[in-house]
Nanobody
Framework: QVQLVESGGGLVQAGGSLRLSCAAS????????MAWFRQAPGKGREFVAS????????YYTGSVKGRFTISRDNAKNTMFLQMNSLKPEETAVYYC?????????????????WGQGTQVTVSS
């Protein structure tokens, strides 16, 4: 099993920045990819960004390209999401996810493990 714990959420004004972290523990040697999803009230879980654990290949949903950066620190089993130029419509609970398959985790069904989520609120 793998445990994921997110941190770094909070309240920020539109145009501001936040950095989310996701710490993985347990059988982390089985992980091949990790990702960030978000879920706004009344909406489904939406893919934000994904990264492969070994090669560091990254994937982004179109609306965040150029503003968000996903990265990882293999030695610390931690993934990050640097979010710049945040918009009010990006207010959501942000979830960390991971899988043992080396694919871009663009769908929730591809993920084996989930964190509890961290709230990001962007005020206008």
């Amino acid at each position: 099993q793998v445990q994921l714990v997110e941190s770094g959420g909070g309240l920020v004004q539109a145009g501001g920045s936040l950095r989310l972290s996701c710490a993985a523990s347990g059988r982390t040697f089985t992980l091949e990819a990790m990702a960030w999803f978000r879920q706004a009230p009344g909406k489904g879980r939406e893919f934000v960004a994904s990264i492969t654990w070994s090669g560091g290949s990254t994937y982004y949903t179109g609306s965040v390209k150029g503003r968000f950066t996903i990265s990882r620190d293999n030695a610390k089993n931690t993934m990050f999401l640097q979010m710049n130029s945040l918009k009010p419509e990006e207010t959501a609970v942000y979830y960390c996810a991971a899988a043992s398959s080396p694919y871009a985790l663009t769908l929730p069904t591809l993920c084996d493990y989930w964190g509890q989520g961290t709230q990001v609120t962007v005020s206008s």
